[in-house]
C-alpha cells in the first residue's frame, strides 16, 4: 500500500458526459501528479500541483482540469468525454520540497474510465 | 526534449535465471532515474533511483541498477529471477530541476517456472 487513495475504482459513463476523480495523496506530501495510461500512449503525464498550485503541465487537454485543495488533495475533472478518453487515470504524491525534483513518487491504484 | 527509450517490449526468462530490463534515456545535464513496476490491476511501485554517485544502485525486491553515462543507459538487473517478479516494467527520467517525470513505454517481464 503506498499511502496515496484514489477514488472511484471504476468509472463507468457515457460520451459528452462529465466525471470528477479523487486523490489523496501520502501524509506529507505536498505535491500531486496525474497520469493517464492507455494502451496505446502509454503513460502519460497530465498535470502537477505543489501545495495548491499548478507547477507543471504535460498532455493534458482543454477539456481536464485538476485542482488541489487546501487539505492537499486532489481533483482531476474531466468534460465532454469522448470514447478516446477510455484510460486508467493515476495520481501519484511526492514530497517535493522546493527545487527538489529527486524524490520518487508514490502512485495510487488507479481509476479505471470506461466511456461508451 | 527528455526521451526514455525501453527498446524490448517482452522479456522472458527463466526462473533463477539473471535478468536484464534495459533502458537507454536522451536528456540534458544530468538526470534523474527511476525504475518502476507494475502488477496486474495494480499502480506503480517505486523500485530504485539514480541520483548521483556509485553507480551501481541497490533497490527492492532484490533488484539493481547499473547507470551508464557514456551509453545513456540505466539497465535494471537482478541475479535471479523469480516467477513473481512477472509484471510490466517502467524506466523514468527527470531532468534536474522541476521537471515532469517521462516514462518508456515499459517492458514486459515474464518469468517462468
Known amino acids: 500500500d503506498s499511502g496515496v487513495t484514489q477514488t472511484p475504482k471504476h468509472l463507468i459513463t457515457a460520451t459528452g458526459q462529465r466525471v470528477t476523480l479523487r486523490c489523496s495523496p501520502r501524509?506529507?506530501?505536498?505535491?500531486v501528479y496525474w497520469y493517464q495510461q492507455s494502451l496505446d500512449q502509454g503513460l502519460q503525464f497530465l498535470i502537477q500541483?505543489?501545495?495548491?498550485?499548478?507547477?507543471a503541465k504535460g498532455n493534458i487537454l482543454e477539456r481536464f482540469s485538476a485542482q488541489q485543495f487546501p487539505d492537499l488533495h486532489s481533483e482531476l475533472n474531466l468534460s465532454s468525454l469522448e470514447l478516446g478518453d477510455s484510460a486508467l487515470y493515476f495520481c501519484?504524491?511526492?514530497?517535493?520540497?522546493?527545487?527538489?525534483?529527486?524524490?520518487?513518487?508514490?502512485f495510487g491504484p488507479g481509476t479505471r474510465l470506461t466511456v461508451l | 526534449a527528455q526521451s526514455v527509450a525501453q527498446p524490448e517490449d517482452q522479456v522472458n526468462v527463466a526462473e533463477g535465471n539473471p535478468l536484464t530490463v534495459k533502458c537507454t534515456y536522451s536528456?540534458?545535464?544530468?538526470?534523474?532515474l527511476f525504475w518502476y513496476v507494475q502488477y496486474p490491476n495494480r499502480g506503480l511501485q517505486f523500485l530504485l533511483k539514480?541520483?548521483?554517485?556509485?553507480?551501481l544502485v541497490k533497490g527492492s525486491y532484490g533488484f539493481e541498477a547499473e547507470f551508464n553515462k557514456s551509453q545513456t543507459s540505466f539497465h535494471l538487473k537482478k541475479p535471479s529471477a523469480l516467477v513473481s517478479d512477472s509484471a510490466l516494467y517502467f524506466c523514468?527520467?527527470?531532468?534536474?530541476?522541476?521537471?515532469?517525470?517521462?516514462f518508456g513505454k515499459g517492458t514486459r517481464l515474464s518469468v517462468i517456472a
Open positions: 536528456v540534458s545535464g544530468n538526470p534523474y
Open positions: 501524509s506529507g506530501d505536498l505535491s
Open positions: 539514480y541520483i548521483t554517485g556509485d553507480n
Open positions: 501519484a504524491s511526492s514530497v517535493d520540497f522546493s527545487g527538489s525534483s529527486y524524490n520518487e513518487q508514490f
Open positions: 523514468a527520467v527527470r531532468p534536474s530541476g522541476n521537471t515532469p517525470l517521462v
Open positions: 500541483y505543489y501545495n495548491g498550485e499548478e507547477r
